[in-house]
């Protein structure tokens, strides 16, 4: 059942090739894999690369990465569901679906014991594919030979990003061993770390007039309790509880060893107005939302100065090869919206239209990364730069004779006015 849902959710980026980063409701009911929202399982498909202008060579990466698929970090989506089940089930209120999600929450709680928020096995083989495609990719960069290799490679301090460093680093140098790496997770690196101040009490009112609005628990309930007095009097929250069953249900594809899925307990309907709050809180956290947008994409600044400073020390001693980094979603997603990749800082003030013009499935599924990757041409010294997201290539609005690639003067010109 895992293998089949990561089958369809890779078989719709494949179709979609991450170009669009909305989502409509048709195209949602279609493809309903796309409720796992930031839990996503990595999408890469294959897409074609543009070939680089004639005597230019790659020579250096830039990159910020999310770690890969982990386990859910709050232990809420078990022990709520688990508290209100079991108290139902002693009172002989569940109904056989009632009694078949208690024994599976109950599998899944097991299963996370100790590990919540956790790196999963899954995701150390997401960031290995990763860089195994960019070394097979972009050889100039990691060739072997007398020239010397050095990656700077960093990571917040939590243990998922760490591990999603290593893995990412320890499979390029299974490709070179002469590659030379040094790794820092230190508090010093603040530019992958970033602190906002959010709005939450506004975020949060907007999201629970939408969920009272759009999200009737009538039926969701029916299907698990014989007593619907019951239950009403026993739930404190109704739609609270289906949106904890619903989060249990998205992390399921992020993990190994799971062979059933939560999903059958909701309607497609259901799923499409849970998908839409739970992407509501993350475009509230870290998009560029009209609520925490500006303070949000501002915390990028420290970040994008990093990368500008790094790639043009790189461009001027030639001494590091590459540049990693390791975060969190909270962290891509501002960097993604303050560079203003192309429908990736999309604002929309409607709760019921955010869905529809920004969707973090596709913006920030497990593992989404964002590649520079810089080019020189040997006899006029010019260098030029494309940007990846998800190894798929994307636009952003700097002039050039070159798409995708853009000369570095000019883009660095654009995020350093961006900046001031």
């Known amino acids: ?70 386990w859910v970090i709050s232990p809420e989506c078990h022990t709520i569901p688990q508290k209100i089940l079991n108290k139902a089930l002693a009172a002989g209120k569940l109904t056989e679906a009632g009694k078949i ?25 997401e960031q290995r594919g990763i860089a195994e495609r960019m070394y097979k990719s972009f050889p100039q960069v990691f060739e072997k030979g007398n020239r010397s290799r050095f990656i700077y490679s960093r990571s917040t301090q939590v243990p998922r990003c760490i591990l999603s460093m290593s893995a990412f680093d320890e499979r390029l140098k299974e490709f070179n061993p002469e590659i030379s790496v040094l790794q820092e997770a230190t508090q010093r690196n603040k530019y992958v770390n970033n602190d906002t101040k959010l709005l939450r009490d506004t975020a949060n009112k907007v999201e629970s007039v939408f969920l009272k609005k759009r999200f009737n628990p009538a039926r969701f309930i029916a299907n698990l309790f ?10 404190d929250d109704a739609r609270r509880f289906a949106h904890e069953v619903f989060t249990a249900a998205m992390n399921i594809p992020d993990l190994e060893g799971i062979q059933f899925s939560l999903t059958e307990f909701f309607t497609p309907d259901e799923m499409y107005v849970l998908a839409q709050l739970s992407n509501m809180q993350m475009y509230f956290m870290a998009g560029p939302s009209g609520i925490n947008g500006k303070a949000v994409t501002k915390s990028a600044s420290l970040l994008l100065e990093n990368i500008i400073s790094c790639a043009d020390s790189a461009i001027q001693t030639g001494k590091v090869s590459a540049d990693f980094r ?21 604002r ?14 596709k913006i920030s599924p497990m ?25 798929k290539e994307v636009q952003v609005p700097v002039p050039t004779d070159i798409a995708p690639y853009y000369h570095w003067k000019d883009l660095k010109n654009y995020y350093l006015h961006k900046l001031l």
Not at 2 to 12: G, H
Not at 329 to 339: G, K, N, R, S, V
Request: aromatic share 12%; hydrophobic share 40%.
């Open 348 to 361: 929309e003030d409607d709760p019921d239209k955010i869905y529809s013009a920004w969707t973090a499935a």
């Open 101 to 125: 999600l208690l024994e599976r929450i109950n599998i899944l709680a097991a299963h996370a014991e100790s590990r919540y928020g956790d790196l999963s096995p899954l995701g150390a083989k």
């Open 367 to 391: 593992g989404v990364n964002l590649q520079l990757i810089f080019y020189k041409n040997a006899k006029t010294g010019d260098v030029i730069v494309k940007l990846l997201h998800c190894e």
């Open 326 to 346: 390791f975060g969190h979603d909270t962290y891509i997603i501002p960097l993604l919206a303050l560079m203003d990749i192309k429908d990736m800082n999309n």
């Open 1 to 70: 059942m895992r293998n089949y849902k990561v089958f369809l959710c890779l078989a719709f980026f494949a179709l979609s090739g991450l170009l669009h980063p909305q989502t409509t409701k048709e195209e949602f009911l279609k493809h309903p894999e796309l409720a796992g929202g930031l839990y996503c399982p990595y999408p890469y498909t294959a897409a074609v690369q543009t070939p680089a202008p004639e005597g230019y060579v790659p020579f250096y990466i830039s990159h910020y990465g999310r770690h890969g698929s982990r």
């Open 226 to 235: 014989t007593d619907t007095v019951y239950a009403k009097q026993s739930i």
